[in-house]
């Protein structure tokens, strides 16, 4: 359960943000998205989904003094992008069609998208800080550990019981790491073919959004 402790801060987000939504519901009825509640639910949802989008990546180019860790940005990074996907959906107030439909199954798409992204980074093999392992490192292990088996494998036959403890641990760490080098380049791969698909749907995600933020303006304002 601690991988995804992460994602509490956003799941209890979420639960606060449905609970206040039903009260709305219970009282009121279904706001519609061009009602007040509904624009704000909107443009908070949008705000945060362009936070998800530009302020992660920003952290991750920034080569000179970097203000806060890449742990703790890609939490931020899921937080606001569930919550912010949340909020649009609930801005659709339930209606798939039309753009606005379009835009909150866009929102779907792409949050869902992020959960099996956020799959496949956790794969990465870590040290105990949290830093994705480097496969030179990996390997260079890898090549130590056969070089102390070696000689443990050749006096196998007059090897002490001491002996024998320190090659079972030589050949426990030894296919450890042959596991973990196999999880790093299936993630890799894996990372790379995601980030072919996750990246266009983002772009036309918030194409779509600007493109109705301006309808809606548009209709709302201009046409009055």
Do not use: C, N
Request: aromatic content about 8%.
């Amino acid at each position: 359960m601690s991988r995804y402790r992460d994602l509490v801060p956003a799941l209890v987000a979420v639960v606060v943000a449905t609970a206040l939504y039903a009260g709305f519901l219970a009282a009121v009825g279904v706001p519609r998205a061009g009602s007040l509640l509904g624009h704000s639910l909107g443009i908070v949802g949008l705000t945060l989904m362009l936070a998800t989008e530009t302020l992660y990546s920003l952290r991750k180019r920034a080569m000179r003094r970097p203000w806060g860790s890449m742990r703790a940005w890609l939490r931020f990074h899921m937080a606001t992008g569930i919550v912010g996907g949340w909020l649009v959906v609930l801005h659709a107030a339930g209606s798939f069609q039309g753009l606005a439909g379009w835009l909150a199954a866009m929102t779907v798409i792409v949050v869902g998208s992020g959960f099996i992204g956020r799959y496949i980074y956790t794969a990465v093999p870590r040290t105990a800080d949290g830093v994705m392992v480097e496969a030179q490192v990996l390997q260079a292990q890898l090549l130590a550990v056969r070089a102390e088996l070696s000689p443990l494998e050749a006096g196998r036959s007059a090897s002490v019981a001491i002996g024998r403890a320190d090659e079972r641990a030589a050949q426990r760490r030894l296919g450890q790491l042959e596991r973990q080098i196999s999880a790093l380049r299936w993630a890799r791969r894996s990372l790379a073919t995601w980030h072919t698909i996750h990246i266009p749907l983002g772009m036309v995600l918030f194409v779509t959004a600007f493109v109705h933020v301006a309808a809606s303006v548009y209709y709302s304002t201009l046409l009055r």
